[in-house]
């Protein structure tokens, strides 16, 4: 089964306690892409400036991503600059220049619309409205936020939210969307809103997954050294939808793997910078972690 | 096995979002005898006032908890006030009136002395060397303690530390500790300095557990409505000493278990003001939900 990816292509300036990285590629669409590669097709949709090299990326291609829907613009490619605390869980936004992603309206094309797999990575919520309207009876719609929106657009926020399947937030996030502290007790409120399953992330803590029949606690991979958190959500978003597109039945077995899955490779991710450590990831290397992940929790 | 537990006896008056209870039984050693008395015999001691109604813990001795180390001093029992925030993870003290337990020095009954499991609740590190000063080559020592003797008594923490075979804390204690953020990098730092078990409390985040060839991540039960936290850190200690009291062999598997019997209890004291539902908890209840933690992790 194949995926649709639609989010953001940046050129990240990263500092970390570990080092930095100037103008390295990234953004939620490819470190979702880079993740969900391991396990079914990808079709990314987004936009890049003239100064974006696609060699930087030809590793996806490789893997089963097709990048026909990445429009290239005329100007500079978005960018981020970064600065993480010591402790990593924090981070100062030091800029943010859209540039053509100010103006990105996607528009999906006609052979990425019936992709079964829908993930609606973090950006304005009414333009994720617009590719819902746009893709043709999924399998599976999965949505991303941060609190921007959740402050910003609230009602468009809300919309999308009644129309998806499964919700990731982090901690803050749903603590800010319902009001609520306790995750478990937010998260069946938040199960009235629209989605049928609900993915809360908690670094360190682990992750813990609500729906209506299930509730799952997930461990989270004491990674020995942290290099750069960037792109963990997304890349956990990857190994979440990317397991499940390969899925011939989504019960809670599978939903409870794939947060594992997406656990995983987010552990990978942050151990370097920008894609290095899931361009050399290997398949063996993935399922090796999740069997540590699954004696770590045995009793 | 029988355990010993040196701690403190108070009277509590608790507000919390549920309502508020004054002068209620409580303390470290009564909190960890409660739960431990579910899993082996106990042996109390520390002290209380002239007004302390041992009426109000009878239950407690028709669970195999031997109370005839309680010393009864002239004057008043320990006395804590405290209000929870709306979130019930933060909590200030509104009064703390030592008492009796201003001069609390534990003198160990003769046949208490060779209990196999020692428990030191949260008191004077000072106090707790001269406790295992006079145990007789206990199987299993287990210290807990808080950050006011981490900043306070420092050198004497350090070597009690050193002494003991396992060591409670929650994260916020094992950072002031070691100055190190991530948990599990924390923890190995603590093995360096003479324990042999680390236990790391989370909260609604679960436990870690770490050894030097072990290393454990538990779940928290989601409550469904916490009514007072008084008392979850010594009630996980009581179920956690009390499970290993009853085993054995202190293997692996033997310690996870522990931390999951701990996780149980605890989750069933902070559904009420002082020791009501662990009065009338039945061990059936223990089992169904540590079953339904073992399905909450499963993968």
Not at 33 to 40: Q, T
Not at 62 to 80: M, P, S
Not at 161 to 179: C, F, K, Q
């Amino acid at each position: 089964m194949s995926i649709l990816v639609v989010g953001s292509i940046a050129l990240d300036t990263v500092e970390t306690p570990r080092g930095k990285v100037n103008d390295s590629p990234g953004g939620s669409a490819l470190y979702f892409s880079a993740a969900a590669s391991f396990f079914a097709p990808v079709n990314v949709v987004g936009v890049v400036g003239e100064d974006f090299d696609f060699s930087w990326i030809e590793f996806l291609k490789q893997r089963q991503v097709d990048l026909k829907g990445l429009k290239v613009e005329k100007g500079a490619t978005f960018r981020w600059g970064g600065r993480y605390h010591s402790d990593m869980n924090q981070r100062d936004t030091l800029f943010t220049y859209l540039n053509v992603f100010e103006k990105f309206n996607p528009d999906i094309p006609e052979n990425y619309r019936n992709c079964e797999y829908i993930f609606l990575a973090n950006i304005d919520p009414e333009l994720q409205l617009n590719v819902l309207n746009s893709v043709e009876n999924p399998t599976l719609t999965v949505l991303d936020t941060m609190n921007f929106w959740i402050s910003g657009k609230r009602e468009a926020l809300d919309e999308v939210i009644s129309r998806v399947d499964v919700l990731i937030l982090n901690d803050e996030e749903i603590r800010e969307l319902t009001g609520i502290r306790h995750v478990h007790v937010a998260a069946r409120e938040l199960l009235k809103r629209g989605p049928k399953v609900l993915v809360v992330k908690k670094g360190e803590h682990g992750a813990v997954m609500v729906s209506q029949d299930d509730y799952f606690f997930a461990p989270a991979y004491p990674v020995e050294e942290v290099v750069d958190p960037t792109g963990a959500g997304d890349s956990f978003a990857g190994g979440f939808v990317g397991y499940l597109a390969r899925q011939k039945q989504l019960n809670s077995t599978a939903f409870r793997k794939a947060v594992i899955y997406g656990t995983t490779i987010a552990s990978f991710n942050v151990e370097s910078f920008s894609f290095e450590r899931l361009k050399n990831l290997q398949p063996q290397e993935i399922d090796q972690r999740v069997e540590r992940l699954r004696e770590m929790t045995r009793f």
